[in-house]
């Protein structure tokens, strides 16, 4: 016999995530990324970090909410919380080159050249095996100019 708290304790016991054990379904969830996703684009970053850390909370296994976490605290000039996130989306899918190109402008944000030129590299060279979109020229572009700046850095540093 299943009991009414059965999801409570399948969540305590990491069977199942917050989001399934308290009853939200995909598309309830679906429909709060996209109210976060409009207060983003609207500049409002800190609501929308609110309600991706929930989601994060309700479905920790959603890359995209890492992601995005990564992306607005990054947008909001904090670059050391922005990493945690965009570790784990890239935990999630090391070949994620939009989480690569915001860790990459993380570490330079950060002073880590290394870093840097070591994500926006792997993102140029992800490109060449990936088919050309405008989203994918946006983002190489993106890339070359952090990665300019990443060498331009290194080399006044030395």
Not at 106 to 116: P, R
Request: charged share 25%; hydrophobic share 45%.
């Amino acid at each position: 016999m299943d009991r009414p708290d059965r999801p409570i304790v399948d969540w305590l016991q990491g069977r199942a995530s917050l989001g399934a054990a308290s009853g939200w379904t995909t598309e309830e969830i679906r429909l709060v990324a996209d109210l976060a996703y409009w207060l983003a684009e609207q500049g409002r970053y800190q609501e929308a970090i609110t309600i991706f850390e929930g989601l994060a909370a309700l479905a920790p296994a959603t890359a995209y909410f890492q992601s995005a976490l990564g992306a607005l605290w990054l947008r909001n000039g904090q670059p050391e919380r922005a990493l945690p996130y965009l570790e784990a989306t890239l935990a999630a899918d090391p070949q994620d080159f939009t989480a690569l190109i915001n860790r990459g402008e993380a570490h330079l944000l950060l002073g880590d050249l290394d870093g840097a030129r070591r994500d926006l590299e792997a993102v140029l060279d992800l490109s060449e095996k990936l088919p050309q979109t405008p989203l994918l020229q946006m983002c190489i572009t993106r890339a070359r100019a952090l990665l300019h700046t990443a060498l331009a850095k290194d080399l006044v540093k030395k």
